[in-house]
């Protein structure tokens, strides 16, 4: 075994998993995200809970994106290549993402391994 060629492997960074989605009759491939897409996910969904300048609606919809986004990152083919361009398709996504989407994302999270107390949990390590 090439230890290097083991690291650069494509998607050898990444937990995958496959999940089957009975409303639409296929199984579908997602990866754990990347810490900066999750980072980044959490840092916008803070930003718009601090805004109070904005409508409730407005807040929901600017959630939706980001989510969206953050689906965008983690939903692949069976090869592990992203099925979606972060530039071209996430209006598409936004115009239909539903609970259907926050299910398989919440997969994806779920390969990261966060417990409900992170911190605590660290400390007894």
């Known amino acids: ?3 290097r060629e083991v690291a650069i492997a494509k998607n050898c960074g990444f937990r995958t ?15 754990e995200p990347l810490h900066l897409d999750f980072a980044r996910y959490i840092k916008t969904v803070e930003s718009i809970n ?12 600017l959630k939706i994106k980001a989510e969206a ?6 939903y692949v083919d ?5 099925v979606f361009d972060k530039n071209n398709d996430i209006d598409d996504l936004v115009k239909n993402y ?8 919440n ?7 966060l417990s409900e107390k ?7 390590k």
Not at 69 to 74: G, H, K
Not at 98 to 105: A, F, M, S
């Open 98 to 105: 539903g609970p259907i989407h926050t299910r398989i994302v």
């Open 50 to 61: 601090e805004n109070k300048k904005t409508s409730d609606r407005e807040q929901d919809e």
């Open 118 to 124: 992170p911190f605590e949990e660290a400390e007894k």
């Open 107 to 113: 997969k994806s999270i779920d390969l990261i391994g």
């Open 69 to 74: 986004e953050l689906f965008a990152s983690i």
């Open 17 to 31: 998993k496959s999940i089957s989605i009975p409303e639409w009759r296929c199984e579908v491939f997602v990866r």
């Open 78 to 82: 069976e090869n592990g290549d992203p």
């Open 1 to 3: 075994m090439n230890l």
